[in-house]
């Protein structure tokens, strides 16, 4: 790209500001007709940098969710209850559709009852083959005629309060 003459130095890789990277060098070639005279007749840097100059203090990471206590514990319950709310107030705007829970509205394959009623007992039988009620804190709605898991179990901490 540039050829290295007196008057056309070769441009250099190393970076004279010694900034952490990511950074960006632009290199601008001065050439002698257009550099006022106090400026120096040589290749220039500009560096710009997507970080900021000023240091902050490193902090520890802390798993938030390892810490027991009663304050956090109540802030937990409290988020909780609100996301319940909230979704009863969601799903209140829908009107009752008395067919989806009727007892004897749906019949498949030898099922009989609600069509919320198959849903949830055909989504715990996949559930179930995945291996999600092998965990201690699982529990199916209906727990008779379950399939096996098709995956290796896991192995899960044992607590004193379990």
Same mark, same amino acid.
């Not at 560096?47 to 390892?66: G, L």
């Not at 069509?115 to 529990?139: I, N």
């Not at 399939?147 to 309060?161: D, G, S, V």
């Given at each position: ?84 709310? @909230? ?13 989806? /829970?009727?007892? +004897? $509205? &749906? !019949? ?32 199916? @709605? ?13 192995? /899960?901490?044992? +607590? $004193? &309060? !379990?």
């Amino acid at each position: 790209m540039f050829s290295s003459t007196p008057n056309n130095p070769p441009i250099s890789t190393s970076n004279p500001l010694k900034s952490s990277p990511p950074n960006l060098r632009i290199a601008i070639l001065i050439t002698p007709n257009l550099i006022p005279k106090s400026l120096p007749k040589k290749l220039s840097f500009i560096q710009a940098s997507a970080f900021s100059p000023i240091s902050y203090p490193h902090k520890e990471r802390v798993d938030a969710r390892e810490s027991y206590t009663l304050d956090s514990i109540r802030h937990f319950l409290i988020r909780q209850e609100d996301s319940i709310i @909230f979704s009863l107030l969601e799903r209140a705007q829908y009107c009752y559709n008395a067919d989806t /829970y009727g007892h +004897h $509205a &749906f !019949s498949k394959d030898g099922f009989h009852g609600s069509l919320v009623e198959f849903m949830v007992k055909e989504t715990e039988k996949l559930h179930a083959q995945m291996g999600r009620y092998d965990s201690p804190k699982e529990h199916p @709605f209906f727990p008779a005629q379950l399939p096996k898991p098709m995956l290796p179990p896991l192995k /899960y901490p044992q +607590h $004193a &309060f !379990s």
